[in-house]
């Protein structure tokens, strides 16, 4: 398994195995609920679909690799997986989405009352225990990013269908969405193994970047994928009139037979057959795919220089090595 | 103000004035956001549509009464007022309510999506503010309070509609979804102040007994009341299929037809004009309505036994009134 031909993500999983079996082991007990069985089955739909786990495995490793030798980061992982997984059922009411991970959402499958209360549950699972081990600044740090992911999610909901939502809104909202919770999971490793705060801002910056990153990716992936398997399907953004990066600079670079086209699609949700594929043709038009692709690999090249700052270790590497692995999905 | 004559929650309110104006200014400047700014406008919609901040003030009052001279107090009563407005803005999408406190709901004045995305925000908010003070073991209480909020309404809508609901899970769920944050928010007070474990119970169980009291009064009055100016309706609960004590007391006690009128309406929601009439003719004729009544004023009395084991102090006598009052309004 720790061959060199394995990806970067499942050397770190191979490396942080164990780790990883109490994550999970903790993850199946705490998403119990005794009284009220509708918890643990809408949870275990979504958790159990096979997500890669990998901003809980973001706080293991930057853990390790600082030298980290307690428990805490086995509850801050599976901290850091509850209030992604809470977010992902609230974002499927939200989006009205009917497919996640390649399987029938949680709102499809019982309905939005369920997957917004069941949501609130792991939300608060994920409060008790950030709390448990008692650190006062991973708790601030934690208690942060559900607060900016929040806010994120509210700027995306307000920008969409906005023609006029700039670059630097869109940042806004995929630090928010995405990076937020990136950053909270490196950033709490250093911070529970008391290291310098070169580290932790190190670990922080290589968090934010890497979400950034993966969010570019998945926002090009939307319009440049070919069906990768992960369950979404092509053009999920432009049915949901999401303002996304390459749609960003379509628009900014648009004429006016374009920016009608845009503003009747996007801007009024008049859609019809054909709209989608000449929306592509538009992106590659004012080479808009290509320049979001030229950002995303901006942002891995940043991930892999913040972790240049940290001592050498081979969990440092492979973080590197994985901020190419997202990017390279776009090449 | 302090007249004999004004009720107890005025008079709380008057001796709470000064750190109660401070707890209104923190929850103003928490809800706010610069980058999005649906979720102050969503927010001050109902924050400031007048509910009566009985929640925070339980943590004023408690620590207050404790000796606490800190400041501790004023971020967890905003900490217990978010959380509050938080569920409230998830319950009106779960309950597809069109109005609350006399207003029309966000969720229909904007649209359930903002009200899931606004209230996990301010959720965010709550822990953030809760983290502030940095009293673990009050982080510990309004985190459970949290979990056993949101797994009580997951139970309360699995439960609606299911005939065989007992008292049993009727209680589990209004523990739950009302009792857990009042004692929450009363048990912080004593925490903070470092009182003997003897307050820190006898204030949980004034808090457990307040909260249940005052939820078994709410559901007595959706039968019983007659238009509270609360702006809930008569008969929300049973438009809504909700089995509630005095509705799980008829259908104990209910004859085979009466049984047939019960599985019609509430279990397969097949609701016609004249039903909440004869709903109201079943309740009266099984004594469901008085003996509703009766449990409401044994949890007063409950209330009231608790806060008897504290210290002498004005605010102990209120909060003992206060118990009575709420049941007041089923007299």
Chains 1, 2 share one sequence.
């Not at 086995?74 to 399987?103: M, N, Q």
């Not at 999401?242 to 648009?254: D, M």
Request: with cysteine; proline share 3%; hydrophobic share 45%.
């Amino acid at each position: 398994m720790t061959s060199t031909r394995a990806t970067p993500l499942e050397r770190l999983a191979d490396v942080l195995a164990d780790d990883m079996a109490q994550v999970n082991a903790l993850i199946r007990a705490r998403m119990m609920s005794e009284n009220a069985p509708r918890i643990p089955e809408v949870t275990a739909h979504l958790i159990e679909a096979g997500g890669k786990r990998i901003r809980p495995m973001m706080t293991l490793a930057a853990a390790r690799m600082c030298g980290y030798e307690g428990d805490a980061h086995i509850k801050l992982a599976a901290t850091v997986e509850f209030i992604h997984t809470a977010t992902l059922l609230h974002d499927d009411v939200v989006d009205e989405s009917a497919k996640r991970r390649g399987r029938p959402t949680a709102n499809l499958l019982w309905d939005n009352k369920s997957s917004v209360l069941v949501g609130d549950y792991l939300f608060a699972r994920a409060f008790q225990l950030m709390v448990e081990p008692g650190n006062l600044r991973a708790l601030s740090i934690l208690s942060n990013a559900a607060a900016v992911i929040a806010e994120g999610e509210v700027l995306q909901l307000t920008a969409a269908q906005n023609l006029a939502t700039t670059e630097a809104t869109y940042m806004q909202v995929i630090r928010g969405k995405t990076a937020a919770l990136f950053s909270a999971a490196t950033q709490v490793g250093p911070v529970i193994a008391g290291s310098p705060e070169a580290q932790v801002q190190a670990l922080y910056d290589y968090g934010d970047a890497l979400g950034i990153c993966f969010q570019i990716v998945d926002d090009y992936l939307d319009y440049g994928g070919a069906g990768d398997g992960l369950g979404k399907n092509l053009g999920d953004d432009f049915r949901e009139r999401k303002l996304t990066l390459p749609v960003i600079r379509a628009i900014a670079a648009a004429d006016a037979t374009e920016r009608t086209f845009w503003e009747r699609t996007i801007g009024r949700g008049q859609q019809q057959d054909g709209d989608l594929d000449h929306a592509m043709t538009l992106l590659t038009r004012h080479g808009a795919l290509a320049s979001t692709r030229d950002t995303a690999r901006h942002w891995a090249a940043q991930a892999r220089k913040s972790v240049a700052a940290l001592p050498d270790h081979p969990l440092r590497d492979m973080l590197a090595d994985l901020a190419d692995f997202v990017v390279a999905r776009v090449n």
